[in-house]
């Protein structure tokens, strides 16, 4: 039986049968170069990584399956950011074509708008990240902001405005 260790971190793994992928448990080292394997029958301690190709009797550090973390990407609409991963940018030719307006389906009529904003609600004014459209048409708002700094001095001066 051939045994996997799939990286964690930098320093554990989860080990598991390579063609079944039956967990078997977690494998982890500390900066002495001990390891622990924890597994459902319990813990059992090595010196190094000589003991630890022993127990399994096969090299399990020539097996070791590194998993690619998705990149994080930023997604703008008009230069503002978008709180949603591939958005379709919306086409309108309304009134409100200067909104940085996109959809999260390329058929959707759900529309919401890019940036920060500040909305007044019956109770007060709030923070908003990328609202949808609706919303913005309900109730007064200042917007679209570009960045949260930018959102949050403003939200500060409306809600110390009494009159707004």
């Not at 940018?89 to 529309?111: G, H, I, M, Q, R």
């Not at 679209?144 to 110390?160: A, Q, V």
């Amino acid at each position: 039986m051939i045994i996997q260790l799939k990286e964690i971190t930098d320093n554990s793994w989860l080990v598991m049968t390579e063609k079944e992928q039956e967990k078997i448990g977690l494998l982890s080292t500390n900066k002495s170069g001990k390891y622990l394997l924890l597994t459902s029958n319990g813990k059992v301690s090595f010196a190094n990584d000589e003991e630890v190709k022993e127990f399994f009797e096969e090299d399990v550090f020539d097996n070791i399956v590194v998993t690619q973390l998705a990149e994080e990407k930023d997604f703008f609409i008009k230069g503002f950011p978008v709180d949603f991963d591939h958005p379709f940018e919306a086409d309108t030719e309304d009134e409100l074509s200067d909104l940085p307006l996109y959809t999260k389906t390329k058929n959707s009529k759900v529309f919401h708008c890019a940036g920060y904003y500040c909305i007044k609600f019956p109770k007060g004014w709030i923070h908003s990240f990328s609202p949808k459209l609706s919303t913005i048409q309900k109730y007064e708002y200042v917007g679209p902001l570009k960045t949260e700094i930018e959102m949050k001095s403003n939200l500060s001066i409306l809600k110390k405005n009494k009159n707004n």
